[in-house]
């Protein structure tokens, strides 16, 4: 009875999960709290329990079991218990301690109100801190607002020197993958990853496929790739037959379609590189739609973000916490494909991530003291704007910066 925890509640695609996850086991290391996860469909399949002679599952029988219908509305939540005023965030404002419930939702996704943004606030947490069970919706990467609140500063400090690992050490500490979803990596990784010289993941995520023509984003992953030389190019007059082989590199294409495998590999069979290199191209699986929490769909995801992570250069599209979880693990730096705008290609095609951590998309904009809209991406030096999202925030190392 003495202890207390955080319940993390799935929703989303995989990769806005692995993110949530990892942001609600570290704030319940900050608040000396015990995570439990509730498995949803498929995460019990996915992952291995990170913590040896216990487990992170919440019993099946626990009985809070109506959260399917929390969502930002709810009467449990967060901000509309404060809204309602049936419990106050001014220090001491609950004067009797017991009116407080045993329990509240805390509503973090992406469609959260101002009320429960106040999360993130000082005052709130030491509310917080008063109840036993927090039960925690989000499908974001919500650490970076962490660093923003003064109380867990000194510990973050401890916890990572460099500020741009959180999620590199936090997901190789969390996520195993189970036996199958190892199974479908290491046979993919030995047929067609291992033997190459040189590894390279392109992740291709069309969020708005009414205005990204596959044309128009083939141009860009090959104009990146060239103009970052991670790609040789190819020749059109060349003999067809290169005299001498100079290495050998394995691209490796993730997407729900297959049309950009299909393409660029058919331009490194149709003609010779420049360089002299051999280059081939693989891709695990082209799912053609999202299908969150089936099985088998999910287990490809999964492989395939790792997969990804075990390329030494990477290319990923904006926006896309797939690509983020991938960067995250492989703790790789990647060139992030811009999105376009009015239909046109951004010029330069792709930027070089600051660090190799994830973005959060939709972080409080909120001066808890001065009670004003301030721009949180200017306040500490290694909390900044993301490249792909510009109002949103991630951690770099300000070290490496200077
Ligand atoms: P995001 O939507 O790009 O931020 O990434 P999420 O992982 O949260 O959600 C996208 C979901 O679509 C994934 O979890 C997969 O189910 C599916 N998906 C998207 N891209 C791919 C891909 O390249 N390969 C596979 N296997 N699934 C994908």
Known sequence: MECSYVVWLSYSGLGNRMLSLASAFLYALLTNRLLLIDRGADMADLFCEPFPETSWLLPLDFPINQWSSFNKNAPQSYGSLLKCKAISNVPDGNANGSSLPAYVYLHLGHDYGDFDKLFFCEDDQQLLRKIPW?????????VPSLFLIPTYEE??????????????HLGRYLFHPTNLVWGLIT???????AKAE?????QVRVFDAANAP????LDQILACSLAEKLLPDVSLHDPVISSTVTGSKVVL??????????????MYWEHPTTTGEIVSVYQPSHEEYQQTEKQMHEMKAWAEMYLLSSTEVLVTSAWSTFGYVAQGLGGLKPRILLRPENGTMPKPPCRRAL????????PP???????VVIDTGAVIPHVRHCEDVSWGLKLVDQAKRL
Do not use: W
């Not at 039960?135 to 974001?140: A, D």
């Not at 510990?155 to 590199?168: A, I, N, S």
């Not at 660090?355 to 939709?362: D, G, Q």
């Open 355 to 362: 660090s190799m951590e994830p973005c959060f998309h939709t």
């Open 134 to 142: 927090l039960l925690l919706r989000s499908n974001v990467y919500f």
């Open 365 to 371: 904009y909120y001066d808890c003291k001065a009670k």
């Open 214 to 217: 596959v044309q128009h984003v």
């Open 155 to 168: 510990e973050l400090g401890r916890l990572f020197p460099q500020r741009d690992t959180v999620f590199h």
């Open 198 to 202: 040189e590894r390279m993941g392109i």
């Open 253 to 266: 294409v993730t997407s729900l379609d297959s049309v950009y495998f299909e393409k660029i590999r058919s």
């Open 187 to 193: 046979r993919s990784y030995r047929s067609y990853l």
